[in-house]
């Protein structure tokens, strides 16, 4: 491999103050659902988000200030609903700060369907939607903790899942899905591309 200097191009980013701000980069956005202590439903948006490995365990980076993260430490369990692009508004309304008395009434205009396995509730109308029960929190990334969960129970919107009959280029296409852009922006995407894996690749 060449070295050489660093580009012309590249510029030192601030690392005496996050570096999160002075970029974009592309995320997930799902709402995650949890019951408060009086059994009411909290639904939060999270776009720290990712898979945990290639098997069924699902993980977030979440403030232990958050309702969220007190919620799953007493219950065991969360869901995770993924919302299309059309429920972008729904979405960040779910982050309305609590009243004085600790709710979230904006919640009360959201429609909602319930878990199976778990106790819990998902969005209705978002395409793509787990039940976690608890794995393991990691504390200490700073101020914030990673909450990992064993996804127990999947359902999707029939026209967002690949199918073998259809291009999976065509299922996008159709089925558009929302991308958060942190921070502050999103982006609809509804064309993409094959990915040009190298020859004989072993994930
Ligand atoms: C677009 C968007 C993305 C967010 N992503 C995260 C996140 O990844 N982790 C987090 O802890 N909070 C995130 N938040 C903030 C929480 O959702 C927000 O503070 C919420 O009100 C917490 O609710 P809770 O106290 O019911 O858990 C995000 C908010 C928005 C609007």
Same mark, same amino acid.
């Given at each position: 491999m060449n070295k050489s200097t660093i580009p012309a191009n590249v510029v030192e980013v601030d690392t005496? +103050?996050? +570096?999160?701000?002075?970029f974009f980069t592309v995320a997930p956005l799902v709402l995650v659902g949890t019951r408060d202590a009086d059994g009411s439903l909290d639904l939060a948006p999270k776009h720290m988000v990712t898979p945990m490995g290639w098997q069924n365990y699902f993980g977030f980076v979440c403030s232990p200030q958050h309702g969220t993260c007190s919620n799953i430490e007493r219950t065991g369990v969360f869901t995770v609903s993924y919302p299309r692009p059309s429920q972008v508004l729904y979405t960040s309304l779910a982050a309305t700060p609590r009243d004085a008395h600790g709710d979230k009434l904006i919640l009360d205009y959201f429609k909602t369907f319930p878990a199976k396995e778990v106790d819990g509730e998902f969005i209705e109308d978002g395409y793509l939607f787990f039940e976690c029960r608890h794995f393991k929190t990691v504390d200490g990334f700073g101020d914030n903790c990673l909450i990992t969960g064993e996804i127990v129970a999947a359902w999707g919107d029939r026209d967002f899942l690949r199918r073998a009959e259809a291009d999976d280029q065509e299922t996008i296409h159709e089925a558009p899905l929302l991308a958060y852009l942190h921070p502050g922006r999103f982006a609809t995407i509804d064309r993409s591309n094959g990915f040009p894996f190298p020859e004989a690749m072993k994930k």
């Amino acid at each position: 491999m060449n070295k050489s200097t660093i580009p012309a191009n590249v510029v030192e980013v601030d690392t005496s +103050v996050p +570096v999160w701000g002075q970029f974009f980069t592309v995320a997930p956005l799902v709402l995650v659902g949890t019951r408060d202590a009086d059994g009411s439903l909290d639904l939060a948006p999270k776009h720290m988000v990712t898979p945990m490995g290639w098997q069924n365990y699902f993980g977030f980076v979440c403030s232990p200030q958050h309702g969220t993260c007190s919620n799953i430490e007493r219950t065991g369990v969360f869901t995770v609903s993924y919302p299309r692009p059309s429920q972008v508004l729904y979405t960040s309304l779910a982050a309305t700060p609590r009243d004085a008395h600790g709710d979230k009434l904006i919640l009360d205009y959201f429609k909602t369907f319930p878990a199976k396995e778990v106790d819990g509730e998902f969005i209705e109308d978002g395409y793509l939607f787990f039940e976690c029960r608890h794995f393991k929190t990691v504390d200490g990334f700073g101020d914030n903790c990673l909450i990992t969960g064993e996804i127990v129970a999947a359902w999707g919107d029939r026209d967002f899942l690949r199918r073998a009959e259809a291009d999976d280029q065509e299922t996008i296409h159709e089925a558009p899905l929302l991308a958060y852009l942190h921070p502050g922006r999103f982006a609809t995407i509804d064309r993409s591309n094959g990915f040009p894996f190298p020859e004989a690749m072993k994930k």
